[in-house]
């Protein structure tokens, strides 16, 4: 069985796999990126402060109600950088 922990860094999100005996088994840098419910656009770099896809016009974040204080996105996707993941696989023992 296995733990995750997310913390959060400068450059993004991080997190932490952590096995049964407490040992780390993956620790790498992650992204969040919100997505369009559609999936045909991601709010992203210039596109971060759209409230509603240029594709299709759907709005990015579920509508408002009672318990909600905070805006909650419709979809969310996790991007892992690729260097960090290509250092690691390639790193001296």
């Not at 913390?7 to 991080?14: L, N, P, W």
């Not at 709005?59 to 950088?81: A, E, F, G, S």
Request: net charge positive.
């Amino acid at each position: 069985m296995f733990k995750v922990f997310f913390t959060k860094r400068k450059q993004g999100y991080h997190f932490t796999l952590i096995d049964q005996k407490g040992d780390a088994l993956l620790g790498l840098p992650y992204h969040t990126i919100d997505v369009c419910k559609n999936n045909c656009m991601l709010f992203w770099k210039e596109d971060k402060k759209e409230d509603q896809c240029r594709i299709c016009g759907a709005q990015r974040w579920k509508p408002k109600d009672n318990r909600r204080r905070t805006k909650v996105q419709y979809i969310r996707m996790w991007y892992l950088p690729i260097g960090d993941r290509l250092k690691r696989m390639y790193q001296s023992h």
